[in-house]
């Protein structure tokens, strides 16, 4: 860390933010160290890892809401703003940036502003600013676009309700260019609509983010249990995992043993308004929710003809120009993605993919790591 930008002394600037589904600690790439060994090393004793309660630290003793976003102008001429993702593991000491976070991305533009990292801005007519962000995880380039107020400030407070988070607050618009994979080389790395690992016909899609795509029914299970019933199955953990270790190397991922992707994704029929119902591993814990870039993989793996997904799937909604919007249901609401395809069979390509998050700063202030290791 460099001297003179903790505020405090042995203390570093942080800002606890609410980012679409997820919670987590907000950082200047300048207030902690340039090394990445030292830096997570830091991450983990401010998160209190590792410890299930994360009771010597902040982090929230779940993944959900135990993340770090590291922010800074950006070194890309394609974008503004750097975001550098990592997920510091709850129980073991362990920061993976193997993977990017499109939930706590609806939250990197409000808190660039927030932190004077890119100059106040006056909204256009609608009353909202646009912000070029390089997901340095990927290396690839988000566009997002969220309200501000007279003084150019970010506006936190609106009507926009996304599932999983209670009440309401100002759209996050995120629109994706050149996400396909940005993780494992190519959307589908395998050159196939679905391949067979452990008997199960699977997808393997990289649409930001890594996911392993599957029919429940072909895991013995609706898709339609809560999380807390899908996670203490002691036949379908075991296979999951097995499944996934399968599909790292094939995703040229290579040994994903101790790494959090690929996530997997089980679908069913829709039970209400949704495309299809979805239960998300990520990758041990079941997901309350669904991941941003996770739901834009799946959607893929949906509305692409002819994968094991798309053979549940209900109605799809669709614009003239091609834009189809992929609901997923998930155990806490319902998920909205517009996706736009071209090409056939396996050859296809994402041509357009983006959704609505929210975003809320919670606090801003010092955090003080733990002194010993």
Same mark, same amino acid.
């Not at 300048?30 to 030292?38: F, G, R, T």
């Given at each position: ?19 679409g589904t997820s919670k987590g600690s907000f950082f200047v790439v300048d207030d902690l160290p340039s090394d990445p060994a030292e830096r997570d ?93 390089? @997901?340095?995880? =990927?290396?690839?380039?988000?566009? !997002?676009?969220?309200?501000? #107020?007279?003084?150019?400030? +970010? &506006? ?37 609509l679905f391949d067979e690992l452990d008997g199960v016909p699977c997808t393997l899609v990289d649409c930001g983010m890594p996911v392993v795509v599957?029919?429940?029914?072909? @895991?013995?299970? =609706?898709?339609?249990?809560?999380? !807390?019933?899908?996670?203490? #199955?002691?036949?379908?953990? +075991? &296979? ?55 739901a834009l993989s799946v959607a893929v793996a949906v509305m692409a003809d002819g994968t094991p997904a798309s053979k549940v799937r209900g109605p ?58």
């Amino acid at each position: 860390m460099k001297p003179g930008k903790a505020v405090a002394v042995g203390g570093v600037r942080c800002m606890l933010m609410r980012g679409g589904t997820s919670k987590g600690s907000f950082f200047v790439v300048d207030d902690l160290p340039s090394d990445p060994a030292e830096r997570d090393e830091l991450v983990l004793r401010i998160m209190g890892s590792p410890d299930p309660r994360q009771i010597d630290g902040v982090g929230g003793a779940h993944p959900l809401t135990t993340k770090v976003a590291v922010v800074g102008p950006s070194v890309d001429p394609r974008a503004e703003i750097d975001y550098l993702f990592l997920q510091p593991s709850v129980d073991r000491a362990l920061v993976s940036d193997a993977q990017n976070c499109g939930n706590m991305l609806a939250a990197v533009g409000p808190f660039a502003l927030e932190r004077g990292l890119i100059d106040r801005r006056s909204a256009g007519d609608d009353g909202r600013v646009s912000m070029r962000i390089r @997901m340095v995880n =990927t290396d690839s380039i988000a566009v !997002a676009s969220f309200p501000v #107020d007279k003084t150019g400030s +970010p &506006r936190y407070r609106g009507d926009t309700a996304i599932s999983g988070v209670p009440g309401t607050a100002a759209a996050v618009r995120l629109d994706f260019e050149d996400v396909a994979g940005g993780s494992c080389g190519s959307l589908l790395p395998t050159g196939s609509l679905f391949d067979e690992l452990d008997g199960v016909p699977c997808t393997l899609v990289d649409c930001g983010m890594p996911v392993v795509v599957m029919r429940a029914d072909s @895991m013995g299970v =609706t898709g339609t249990e809560d999380c !807390a019933q899908l996670e203490t #199955d002691p036949e379908l953990r +075991p &296979r999951l995992e097995r499944i996934r270790l399968e599909a790292g190397p094939l995703m040229n991922l290579g040994d994903v043993a101790d790494t959090t992707v690929p996530k997997l994704t089980l679908v069913a029929a829709p039970t209400s308004v949704g495309t299809v119902t979805t239960r998300t591993f990520i990758p041990h814990r079941c997901h309350d929710a669904i991941g941003v870039l996770g739901a834009l993989s799946v959607a893929v793996a949906v509305m692409a003809d002819g994968t094991p997904a798309s053979k549940v799937r209900g109605p799809v909604k669709a614009d003239p120009d091609g834009t189809m919007c992929c609901e997923l249901e998930h155990p806490t609401g319902v998920f909205a993605t517009t996706l736009q395809l071209q090409g056939e069979g396996a050859d296809i390509g994402v041509v357009r993919a983006g959704i609505i998050r929210t975003a809320r700063k919670l606090m801003d202030g010092v955090v003080f790591p733990r002194e010993y290791p």
